[in-house]
């Protein structure tokens, strides 16, 4: 099916793109378009203008912060995969775009694009919300910094405000291991479910972790009783097993025509034992 | 020359499409445009099961472009189906045969847009009013078979379109004898042919003035018939041609597009065209049956199998298509292929107003095949004897009187194929004569499970139970002192399985000249007689019969001088009889092929997903005539029975199908096939079967599904009797049981 009609402007700098958009109705940011384009070829949207980010150099590469790391919205995944920092520090970020569609697809996707579109079945946003990301935001009213655990709120949806734009992602320091687990969807490649791991330990107990699911739920979000059940403890495997009992506790699963929301809650415990079985041998 | 003197038989020839189709240059109906066609798109039911009170089509008529809108009214004679003519060509008010307006499934069809483009066709379906008055509707065959269902049909009295009964033997006094009894309840899903080529045709009149179709079938004489009959035409005025045809397995036996091609071309005496989308083609097409089977079975001790009782209920959808011969054939296949002297099966063909069933590879025989295999696999499992020796105890073999009161046709092969397929795959015969096989390696990853499994099978090769079963060939010589070219009619379906080489190898064998002096006509309702269908595995049996018999009867006229010699030969082979309505007994088929598998899989006890790893298939073919075509039929059918076994799952909820598409349909990928498929060939000729060829195509589907249950029980200690296996369904049963890491 060929696209509705649309016009096409591609700024330079972020309050042109922001203005530019706030300018038309019904306006969309394009970044690598993958979404974008097939909704509206399929007519589930249709922007009468797109604002192009990609010539906006403000929004591209990866800067090293006193804190940690500020990733520009427009990198593409392809080239986050490549960062020395983010294989060696933040294993469960590596892991999860390792994992994300196909080397096509993580060519031309930005990060940005993604986490706007905020599929149930995105692999990233599980590794964002485990390590602590945020996710900094301009639009009409100014900038802010959104952290990754209140970005998703539901289905495809974000906290996002009207005409803002993400601009990059920071990310705080590393923890002391991390790891992503997914079952990939045959047909379409993203998360039948996803589990990332961050732990931050003081000798050999967690003193602290992050764990996150996606695919399983309607958005990627933290898992409580998970967390309360290693925290404290050594990674032995009695917490594990507990760990994994407990990891959809109070979880709302979604499902497909292939995959029940029951398999894919029970997949959460799944997936996380492995993860931690995982960390635990590293 | 090959082994036995043979020139041009027992060799892999290149096929005779292949070049075309490779390069892209070969047409498939889809591909074929005239000048001046018109565009058809098709409305179809909203209902699963109503009256329609009204149709307007004054919106769609006005819309420029459109140049007609057929309903009910316009169709002559408004019935067709292939063993029954029980279905309205459309549905509506004005119908001229009883019930025309009733729809009884979204298969129906109302209405039949032509117009300038497809574009406008399909805003003109759209714009047509339909009104409803909705019918009570059943969708579970059980709930369908209770004296207070709705009645979808006079002509099938309590929903029942088809029933059958084996009464042979004394059941009842056989479980006195039974050291051992498994029950189970076997489900089987549908299954989606899933063909490369969508539906597509193109209908005009030819320059004789006949109405003329191209399309891609299954026999072209019969969709002829069907279509002289709704228009109320003519066999001399109505031509079906077709072109390469995209696939087939079953799924073009029954009408798609053919009649309201013809009666658009008839009515406008233009050329119109229309072409199915993905979407289109799963929706209005029947499937593979949907059976539930419930059964017994009891053994003594030293692994005699001395009575099976059982239950067959196919969901036929409300029409009969080829519903009472499918289940006709599971009827004789859901005790296996298994000498039993007290047999009670009760079987029934029940219609719904879910999708219609019907023809699809196996014909019945993989159902049956899932229940019999999976409880000979449980008795096996029951009595602590090896699967191999169970099946060597209870096998048919020659001169084996069947379930059905009589012997199977001479050519029994069963037990040599069971025990090829035991020889190529994981067991050996010990000192003692016991099959044994070694302990599988299992994986390190405690969570991957490895384990084998096996079952065997047969099917019959050419229609059964009396129906009218032939084939007509026509070889024609030219030439002076030898013979320079061969013209062969024949019109059997190359479909894609190879049935056009297979031909041009058996004429030129028979006749004795080189392949290239061969030319096939085929195809084509005024050039050739009827072939029959590409089904049943019967095609190189039947026509290879057929063109053995005519080449013979041509040398003769050659040797006598006449120039062009040419011959005529119908093939008939010997009689087959209908089921006794009270004890089933009959002669059901003139020849069988004989399968065995044996698969290891590889189950994720914790993600469920089943991998299947190797399979090995044994099949009697009688003589390979092209050995790389026939190990293309076996890779081609494990594929797709693989796909049957653990992943396709057609899901429809209220008569109407919720995944349409190859997205949300699964069907396997190249990532899905086994590591290893091993195709073991056996020879064992058929007595009437040319050069000793049986039929194969069918054969290697059937097991291979009861296969990978018994593989999967043997990995992970659980029986899963519901097909297909999905992840959801594994993970679940394996949780029931207790089966899993955490
Ligand atoms: C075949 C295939 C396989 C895939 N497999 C996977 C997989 O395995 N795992 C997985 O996680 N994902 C997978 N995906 C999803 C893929 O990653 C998404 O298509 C991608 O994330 C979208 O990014 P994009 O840059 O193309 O965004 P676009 O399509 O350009 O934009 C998406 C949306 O975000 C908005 N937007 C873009 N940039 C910004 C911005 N800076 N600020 C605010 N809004 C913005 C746009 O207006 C649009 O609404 C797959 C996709 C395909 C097609």
Known sequence: MLPQQFDYVAPVTVEEAVQALSATPNARFLAGSFNLLIDIKTRRVAPPLLVDLRKIPALHGIERTASGLRIGSMTTLSQLLEDEEIRGTYVALAEALEKTGDPQIRNQDAIGGHLEYASPSSDISAALVALGASIDVTGPNGSRAIPADDFFTGLRQTALAPGELITAVTLPAGPARSAYEKLKHPAHLGAICGVAVALWLDGDQVARCRLAVTGATDHAQRLPAAEAALTGWPLVEPRIAEAAAHAADGLTGISDLQFSADYRLHMIGVLLRRALVHLRAA | ?742
């Open chain 2, 1 to 742: 020359m090959s082994r036995n003197g043979q020139l041009h038989i027992g060799k892999n020839i290149r096929r005779i499409d292949a070049l075309g189709k490779v390069t892209g240059e070969t047409p498939y109906p889809g591909d074929i445009d005239l000048e001046g066609q018109l565009w058809m798109k098709l409305r179809f039911s909203d209902r699963a099961h109503a009256r329609v009170v009204a149709l307007d089509t004054s919106a769609a008529e006005a819309l420029p472009g459109v140049v007609r809108i057929f309903t009910a009214a316009d169709v002559p004679n408004n019935e067709y189906g292939l063993v029954t003519k029980d279905q309205p060509v459309l549905c509506g008010p004005g119908s001229r045969n009883p019930d025309g307006e009733i729809v009884r499934c979204y298969a129906d069809c109302i209405a039949v847009v032509v117009a300038e483009s497809e574009a406008i066709a399909a805003e003109a379906c759209r714009l047509i009013q339909v009104t409803y008055e909705d019918l009570p509707a059943v969708f579970d065959p059980e709930e369908a078979m209770r004296p207070d269902a709705p009645q979808l049909m006079p002509r099938y009295p309590g929903n029942i379109i088809a029933r059958y009964r084996i009464r042979h033997g004394d059941v009842e006094s056989a479980w006195a004898q039974a050291d051992v009894i498994v029950e189970g309840t076997y489900q089987t899903g549908y299954q989606e042919h899933a063909y490369l080529q969508p539906e597509a045709g193109l209908g005009y009149i030819d320059e004789q003035g006949r109405v003329t179709v191209l399309v891609a079938g299954q026999w072209t004489h019969e969709d002829q018939e069907q279509i002289c009959h709704a228009l109320d035409l003519p066999p001399e005025q109505v031509r079906v041609i077709y072109p390469a045809i995209g696939g087939a397995f079953g799924g073009r036996e029954d009408m798609s597009v053919q009649i309201v091609l013809a009666l658009a071309a008839h009515a406008l005496q233009r050329p119109v065209k229309i072409i199915w989308s993905r979407e289109e083609s799963i929706l209005y097409h029947h499937k593979r049956h949907p059976i539930t089977i419930k059964t017994r079975w009891g053994a003594t001790r030293a692994g005699k199998v001395v009575a099976v009782e059982a239950e067959v209920i196919g969901d036929a959808g409300p029409y009969a298509y080829t519903s009472p011969k499918v289940l006709g054939n599971a009827n004789l296949m859901v005790t296996g292929p298994y000498e039993i002297p007290n047999v009670r099966v009760d079987t029934y063909a029940v219609a719904t107003n879910n999708i219609p069933t019907g023809a699809f590879r196996g014909f019945g025989a993989p159902q049956g095949c899932f229940a019999a295999e999976g409880q000979m696999n449980r008795l096996a499992e029951a009595l602590g004897m090896d699967p191999i020796r169970l099946r060597e105890l209870n096998t048919i073999r020659e001169g084996s009187i069947l379930s059905v009161g009589t012997p199977l046709p001479k050519g029994v092969s069963m037990p040599q194929v069971i025990e090829a397929c035991a020889r190529e795959s994981f067991w050996t015969r010990g000192p003692d004569g016991r099959w044994e096989h070694p302990p599988l390696p299992q994986p390190e990853n405690p969570a991957l499970r490895r384990g084998i499994g096996f079952a065997c099978g047969y099917k019959n090769i050419g229609y059964s139970f009396g129906f009218p079963e032939q084939n007509w060939a026509t070889v024609e010589l030219y030439g002076g002192s030898e013979i320079e070219q061969v013209i062969v009619r024949q019109g059997g379906a190359e479909v894609g399985q190879g049935a056009h080489t297979v031909f041009v190898q058996m004429a030129a064998e028979a006749v004795g000249v080189p392949l290239e002096r061969v030319q096939l006509i085929t195809h084509d309702t005024a050039e050739t007689q009827t072939a029959g269908s590409a089904s049943a595995s019967r095609l190189t049996f039947m026509a290879g019969n057929a063109i053995k018999g005519a080449a013979e009867r041509a040398l003769e006229l050659w040797r006598n001088e006449e120039r062009p010699a040419k011959a005529t030969f119908q093939y008939r082979p010997p009689k087959t009889t209908p089921y006794d309505p009270m004890t089933g007994k009959s002669e059901p088929n003139f020849a069988y092929g004989y399968v065995a598998q044996a698969v290891e899989v590889e189950v994720d006890i914790e993600l469920g997903f089943v991998r299947v790893l190797r399979v090995i298939s044994a099949n009697d073919v009688g003589h390979a005539i092209n050995p790389a075509m026939i190990q293309g039929q076996i890779e081609g059918a494990v594929v797709q029975a693989l796909g049957y076994a653990v992943m396709e799952n057609l899901i429809s909820e209220q008569g109407r199908i919720r995944n349409p598409h190859l997205s949300t349909y699964l069907i396997p990928t190249v990532l899905d096939v086994p590591i290893e498929v091993k195709s073991v060939i056996l020879e064992y000729a058929d007595p009437i079967g040319p050069w000793g060829a049986r039929g194969m195509a069918e054969m290697p589907f059937i097991p291979l599904a009861p296969a990978i249950a018994a593989a999967v029980h043997d990995a992970t200690g659980v029986w899963i009797d519901k097909l297909p296996l999905t992840p959801d369904r594994v993970v679940a049963a394996l949780r029931e049981q207790g089966v899993g890491l955490f």
